[in-house]
Structure formats: structure tokens, C-alpha cells
């Protein structure tokens, strides 16, 4: 039973980490980014009255890179959280969509440099995005020992 709690316990926060991480994307999106990028287009929350948004152009260059590339990996570190925490139980299922998300979010980010899709590509983005699995799958692996070990 106390396991049982446990478990739920640290998926619980799992769940509230990865739900931090995707609002946390689209803050330093909508308070950081103009209003003609397509996460606007997506929500509908363009045209919010009274409201004025930093220009990037007016910001430091590396706030400008945070802004520009820190949203990406935040979601994908979201992604991949909420997809592990969904397949909790199922280790195999769950390194195949965690497979199959991370290359579609590698493939969107690639589309970017042929114009095939709407974007802007940057290599920085594609670093963030390397740099929320490399964190996660450590994270997994911390969890995974601490259930192993003979004190757990």
C-alpha cells in the first residue's frame, strides 16, 4: 500500500512538472515573442486588448536566444514527460511514442529550414530540444534506480 502511494505520489509530480514546463513554454512565448508568429494564430490570443509584448529586438542577445529557442525544449520536455506519465506501466510502449514524438518534433523543426511549414528554423531550437530528452531521460533513469534500489 505505502508503495502504492508513492507511486502515485511521483507520478503526481511528474504530471505537475510537465504541466509547468508547457505553460512555462507558452508564457515566455506570448510575453516574449510578436504577435504574427503562428502560436497566436493557434490559440486566438493575438488580439488580447491592452496588452503590449516585449520586442525581441529590444531584448539582450541572449534573452533573445531564451526567448527564441527555450519554449521549444520546454515543450518537448513536456511532451515527453506527459507521455511517460501516461504510460507509467508500460516501459516498451512508452520508448515508442517517446521515440516517434521526439523525431516528429525534430522533423517540424526541420521542415522549418525548406519553408514547408511556418517557422523559423534555428539550430538553438534544435539544441534546447536535445538538451529537455538528455534531462528527462536522466531524470527517468534517477527514478528508475531509486525503485530499484534494495532502501526503496
Do not use: H
Not at 520586442?55 to 541572449?62: E, Y
Amino acid at each position: 500500500m505505502r508503495a502504492a502511494v508513492g507511486y502515485q505520489k511521483e507520478r503526481l509530480l511528474y504530471l505537475i512538472f510537465a504541466l509547468f514546463s508547457l505553460c512555462s513554454g507558452c508564457a515566455v512565448y506570448y510575453f516574449f515573442r510578436n504577435g504574427d508568429i503562428l502560436f497566436y494564430g493557434w490559440t486566438g490570443l493575438a488580439d488580447l486588448p491592452g496588452f503590449q509584448r516585449q520586442n525581441a529586438g529590444q531584448l539582450p542577445v541572449f534573452l533573445a536566444w531564451l526567448t527564441g529557442s527555450l519554449p521549444d525544449g520546454l515543450w518537448v520536455l513536456s511532451g515527453i514527460m506527459l507521455l511517460r506519465c501516461v504510460l507509467w506501466n508500460n516501459k516498451k510502449l512508452c520508448g515508442i511514442y517517446l521515440f516517434v514524438f521526439c523525431f516528429f518534433a525534430l522533423v517540424y523543426e526541420l521542415l522549418q529550414i525548406s519553408e514547408r511549414i511556418r517557422g523559423t528554423f534555428d539550430p538553438a531550437d534544435v539544441c534546447f530540444m536535445v538538451l529537455a530528452v538528455v534531462f528527462e531521460r536522466n531524470l527517468a533513469k534517477k527514478r528508475r534506480g531509486q525503485k530499484d534500489s534494495p532502501s526503496a
